[in-house]
């Protein structure tokens, strides 16, 4: 909402300096202004895109599970980490929170599917441990 209102305030103010300095491009620089005060406070804002990301494969750097309402996660493809909002389902909440659980927020990894059958989300982490590890008792430091 914050965004929005400034976003509207930032275009009303770019459209009056367009009127007061040149009257005939008035029509052209209406849009244009509107768009160069959108991509300016969208980019680097740090609000989640409301697009979905890309068919591949994302390294998730944190996510954070709101139930019934969104899974916020801060994806990477290898360069700029890029926060996106995806729809909440119980399925890919019960995956994210497996696999962030198996590896301690390490090792977690998105694949977004895109196609007919294929549309989704689904997370991965490192399989559990198997098998127990021998644990030797420790020596006191003080006796």
Not at 41 to 64: H, I, M, N
Not at 121 to 132: K, L, Q
């Amino acid at each position: 909402m914050i965004i929005a209102t400034t976003w509207l305030c930032l275009a009303f103010i770019l459209c009056a300096m367009g009127w007061f300095i040149n009257r005939r491009l008035v029509l052209l620089t209406l849009p244009i202004s509107c768009l160069v005060a959108a991509a300016a406070l969208w980019v680097p804002t740090g609000s989640p895109r409301f697009t979905t990301p890309p068919q591949g494969d994302y390294a998730v750097v944190g996510a954070k599970i709101v139930v019934d309402k969104a899974i916020y996660v801060l994806l990477d493809a290898g360069d700029v980490p890029t926060f996106y909002v995806l729809p909440y389902s119980t399925a890919a909440a019960n995956q994210l929170q497996d696999a962030l659980d198996a590896g301690n927020g390490d090792g977690v990894s998105a694949h977004i599917k895109r196609g007919r059958n294929d549309e989704g989300v689904s997370f991965d982490g490192p399989p559990p441990v198997s098998r127990n590890v021998e644990k030797r008792p420790e020596t006191p430091a003080f006796q």
